[in-house]
């Protein structure tokens, strides 16, 4: 049995008026056809435009690409999860049998999504200042840690920079293997590029590539 909703409410900070709206986004679609996608999909677009909304303010000399991938490493589904955990959201999910025999309420991409269901619900309880001030107490930590502009290109992105100014080739990825569950799968990639080779593994082709390419970009 689930704790009741009121502690998830505590945890968030925020007392829902319509309690119905945080029960649908806890429950996955795999529980119900009345379920979270809906709102998932709201609270996607609402956290995109707080977050570039927070970063447009905060970074005045910040370039478009430069506040992109300030609002890209905010709003990824890692960060979403950690703070789904750090709330323990995955105690209140509302999931089908399947899922919870494979421990949906631990995988990443549920937990992420049904946070985005929460902002969405609470848009629609009270509204868009409602909204923005859970979302940027919940971030609190994360703003206040979040690196320079300049400093989050991802590993792919900084070795294939570092290669074309060495006017060098582009680096070759490699998928080695293929392992686990359909639900749980694990990648192992290989990386090569400039005689160099590093091998990485990760929970999807493209966690692993990046792996790979940071690897790679040490013994560079």
Known sequence: MNPP????????GYTFRQPELLEEA???RSASPHNNERLEFLGDALL?????EYVFQHYPKASEG?????????????????LARGLRVGDWLRLGLGELKSGGFRRESILSDALEAI???VYLDSGLDACRD???????DC???????????????RLQECLQARQQPLPIYNVLEIGGEPHAQSFTVECTAAELRAVAAGSSRRK?????????LEQM
């Open 134 to 140: 859970l979302v940027l107490r919940l971030y609190r």
């Open 66 to 82: 430069e506040l992109s991938r300030l609002r890209s490493s905010l709003v990824k589904g890692e960060t979403l999860a950690e």
């Open 26 to 28: 806890l429950t996955h």
């Open 48 to 52: 995109n435009l707080i977050v570039a």
């Open 5 to 12: 909703l009121s502690r998830l409410s505590a945890a968030l």
């Open 208 to 216: 692993a590539e990046q792996e790979a390419a940071r690897r790679l």
């Open 143 to 157: 703003l206040t840690r979040l690196a320079d502009a300049s400093d989050l290109k991802d590993p792919k992105t």
């Open 119 to 121: 902002f969405g619900a």
